[in-house]
């Protein structure tokens, strides 16, 4: 037994390495790990904590995959009956003018990395469900439903493990008739492997000053359908890109795609940097505007959508990426921002940041010694392998469209990644910070977003319900104010609280009774994408985890 915060008594359990998360990078770091020990006849007790109801349902991803990572980490892959079933037939991309006109963009002009032969349409969530399977066959201890929401420390500051959340809290935080306090796992290494803007990565990173000397990360959020289209207008393997309308209406930045999977599915998206400045803008109406114009809507008419979900990304690159070596601990995956933008794809180089800390950990796991170990070498070895190499090529890429514009910065970037390779010999640096971004609701033009229709279109309410999201009412509002004078005070009155319209899962409204406005939180709504985290110009939102299995469940998203 131990007490960790002096009032509730908590089991203990003594592990090897717990892994907090997973997704493709703590998986990986699973599968990793127990490969080499048994290659070595050595056991190890890894355990692998993800909120999720089940593995995968909180994964939400276009998604296209590079298969370099699991083709090192899984040779037999295909043996093993991985879900990647749809190899990129086509690549197209264009440039949409306005509501009606576009542009398609010559292969010739489109940068390297952009183009996807070899690569593959998936499921990320069935991937991640598959990568599960593979973990558990190799001795490793996954517990779904089990949210990591403390970080344990050793009195010398190291850190000693992590504790699960207390299940049966009321919203008042007194326990129920249904209390059941949380564990405490202890390991020699806790692996972060959250996904972006995890709860305990942000803890981390601001306690042991990781992100010191480096550019401020930048995020996008990522906004994704499903749909069963008729089979004369689909093609498997077609990917398809884009930027410009509606984004450009707002002079905001980011891009979608549009892809078509197996049985006739197409997964279709957009991504909206979170540098916008345009409070008015909603991410999810733009969504749902992005899919009127005619290079989308060809597809979709007679179609029916089937999933819906929203995430944010980690975009920084390189240039933002923090340490990810701490004592006891490592930082992974996109808690650490290792997404290679250029490629617009980074599950490859998630799972293989999560196979860089396995090779780290495992010789300090089996040289016999005791105690918690401090991966030093590990951005060493980070340093001296591809991922390194891909991410390093591709630090301008983000920062060349935010300085110069999809024109000029797309013209720097097609120099810089085929002329070059992407080393060109200059490194820009993006210092802007996205929630600061924000302009004055009164200097902004405000967006006209048509009604939805509810067959092409649709509103925030029905399509959260196709997350199948579920949070038990009686439980501590997991979205935190620091402050709650200001949504009604400051953020009103200079932003017109953007919460309202950024959030993608109408989780924020100002309603109006006999008492006046009140700014409501519809936590039950959440879908755990993180933007309110990140882009409320306040910064006086925190997003800390719900009782584990809350959230979204994605089925083949």
Request: one cysteine or more; hydrophobic letters at 35%.
């Amino acid at each position: 037994m131990s007490d960790s915060d002096n009032s509730i008594q908590r089991e203990s359990m003594e592990v090897d390495v717990v892994i907090i998360g997973a997704g493709p990078a703590g998986l990986s770091t699973a599968c990793r790990l127990q490969q080499m020990a048994q290659e070595k006849g050595q056991e190890l007790m890894i355990v692998v904590l993800e909120k999720g109801s089940e593995v995968g349902a909180h994964t939400l991803s276009g998604a296209v995959i590079q298969t370099r990572a699991l083709d090192e980490l899984f040779p037999d892959w295909k043996e093993k009956g991985a879900p990647l079933n749809t190899p990129v037939t086509e690549d197209q991309i264009f440039f949409l003018r306005n509501q009606e006109k576009a542009i398609k963009v010559p292969n010739a002009l489109v940068p390297k990395p952009m183009h996807n032969d070899g690569n593959y349409i998936v499921s990320l969530s069935s991937v991640v469900r598959w990568l599960g399977e593979q973990a558990e066959a190799l001795g490793v201890e996954i517990y779904p439903g089990f949210a990591a929401s403390e970080i344990l420390y050793h009195e010398d500051g190291s850190i000693k493990g992590v504790a699960t959340g207390d299940m049966g809290v009321g919203a008042d935080g007194k326990p129920k008739d249904t209390f059941e306090p949380g564990m405490e796992l202890h390991a020699r290494c806790t692996i972060f492997a959250e996904g972006c803007r995890g709860h305990l990565g942000k803890q981390l990173i601001s306690k042991f000053n990781l992100d010191e000397g480096t550019d401020p990360q930048h995020y996008g959020i990522g906004l994704k359908e499903l749909w069963e289209i008729d089979a004369d207008k689909h093609q498997p393997g077609l990917v398809v890109h884009g930027t410009g309308w509606p984004l450009s209406e707002t002079s905001s930045s980011g891009g979608w795609f549009l892809y078509h999977l197996e049985n006739n599915q197409v997964a279709l998206g957009i991504i909206i940097d979170l540098n916008y400045s345009n409070p008015h803008l909603s991410t999810f109406d733009e969504l749902q505007k992005f899919k009127t114009h005619p290079q989308i809507r060809q597809y979709l008419n007679g179609g029916k959508r089937i999933g819906y979900g929203a995430r944010a990304i980690t975009k920084g690159g390189l240039n933002a990426l923090p340490k990810m070596d701490l004592p006891g601990g490592l930082l992974i995956g996109c808690d650490a921002g290792t997404l290679n933008f250029s490629k617009i794809k980074g599950t490859h180089t998630a799972m293989k940041s999560g196979m860089i800390a396995a090779e780290t950990l495992f010789p300090k796991l089996s040289d016999g010694s005791e105690g918690t170990i401090h991966p030093t070498n590990y951005g060493e070895n980070f340093k001296t392998s591809w991922l390194h190499e891909e991410l390093y090529c591709s630090r301008n890429f983000g920062p060349a469209l935010h300085k110069f514009g999809v024109y000029a910065g797309g013209g720097f970037n097609y120099i810089d990644q085929n002329l070059f390779g992407g080393k060109i010999p200059l490194t820009l640096h993006d210092t802007s910070v996205d929630h600061a971004q924000m302009l004055s609701a009164n200097n902004c033009k405000k967006v006209d977003y048509p009604k939805a229709d509810g067959i092409l279109t649709f509103d925030k309410l029905t399509s959260v319900a196709l997350t199948n999201t579920y949070h038990g009412e009686d439980q501590p509002v997991h979205l935190q104010l620091m402050n709650d004078t200001l949504p009604l005070g400051k953020n009103l009155e200079n932003w017109d609280e953007p919460a309202q319209r950024y959030c993608p899962a109408g989780v924020y409204e100002i309603v109006e009774d006999s008492g006046g406005k009140k700014f409501q939180i519809n936590s039950q709504n959440c879908i755990h994408c993180k933007t309110c985290d990140i882009k409320d110009p306040s910064q006086n939102i925190t997003w800390v985890t719900p009782e584990g299995s809350g959230g979204p469940s994605y089925g083949a998203m």
